[in-house]
């Protein structure tokens, strides 16, 4: 049942019980894609192919995420999240149980690819939203709790994916995988959409008490494509884009860069549960620091890409066991800082009235990037038989994205002071007239 609130957002309350309810949507989506990794070498002796050619599941996964954001946006602003991620659910528990009966790579693509990453993108998008919604003045922490259960589930679903191949080989396990990613519709049928009423959003980043933050009426939400014409989600789209190329290279290649250089198959698998538990820490701590608004997000965004980039150029320097965990902790925890502020800055810039169709937009651009991202990378990889210049792309990726970050804060910072400088002409022609 619909809740009858109308106002303001909670900032708390049953908005809490959004957030536990997001923080298993990310440990079921989000945490599955990212220990894809292991099963990558099963699935590949299994067909006897290429490393590009096996990663183009999981490129098909990535793609097929984000392709089906705006789809997703457009089904929440029709129905509500509610339904949207139930209906996720039951695609990516059954793009799961069908991958199980090996019917040949194409079918993977299919099942693992086009079903899973739809499914995937049903239930994440509208959580995103959700937790967006409810909060305002906690909307940082808020958020870097939800996403944090990415990196909660990581941490177990390693080893325990790992388990589940020996135990029932790799079949078996996404036959289990699936059965867990049904609890998706337990999530959503605790997502209590917000009544909506008259009036729109006018939010401001520093002044919570300024956000009157009603939702427009939902007779009237619609996808708004017209966000476009901002130059700074275009710009921002391009960093998405970059880093996207980026980010899901490391946890696909991590496991096989370790086999590489003679580590034993839980060694590498250990890498992914380290991995998950930096993510999580740079996730609550990036999350804090942004809600104490001591820079602003895309300042502290600007500074996080850029030094992750710089440490996925340096992981594959040193073929040593320790030297290698070193830099996937930081790593890891770099990249739970941009996942937790590049989501909430998107409000800086199209605002929280388009935050639905701007983070859309967002995704279905980011997959250009999540789809050649891996390929372009398993070719590297073909070419040169070094999982090394994986990293090297991928940090170039990131280094270069953060670019396109200092090109947004400038211009929004440079819309603020126009704004600010009417609004005191404005003030002093008032004067003149009393």
Known sequence: MKS??????PDGGYGWVVVVSAFFIMGLTTAVLKNFGVFFLDI???????TSTASWVTSTTIALFHLGAPVASALTLRFSQRVVIMVGGLLSASGMLLASLDLGLPWLYLT???LQGTGISFAWIPANSMVNHYFVRWRPIAYAVASSG???FAVVFSPFFQWLIEMYSWQGALLIVGGLQLNLCVCGALMRPM?????SIQETKDGPEGSAALLRPKRRAIFQCTLLRKPELVLYILFAVLAATGFFIPPLFLVPFASSVGMDKYWPASLLSVLALADLAGRLICGWVANMGLLRNLQLLTMVATLVGVVLLLLPVSHNYW???FFTSLYGFLFGCVVAVHVTALVDIVTLEGFDSGLGMLMLFRSIGGFMGPPAAGWLVDETNDYSYAFYLSGLCLISSAVFVVLVDCLLQRRKAKEADGHQVVGQLEGWDT
């Open 323 to 325: 030297a290698i965990l």
């Open 4 to 9: 009858k609130r109308a106002g303001p957002p």
């Open 112 to 114: 693992m690819g086009v």
């Open 150 to 152: 990415e990196c909660v």
């Open 195 to 199: 009544e909506t009423t008259q009036g």
């Open 44 to 50: 590949q002796s299994h067909f006897g192919v290429q």
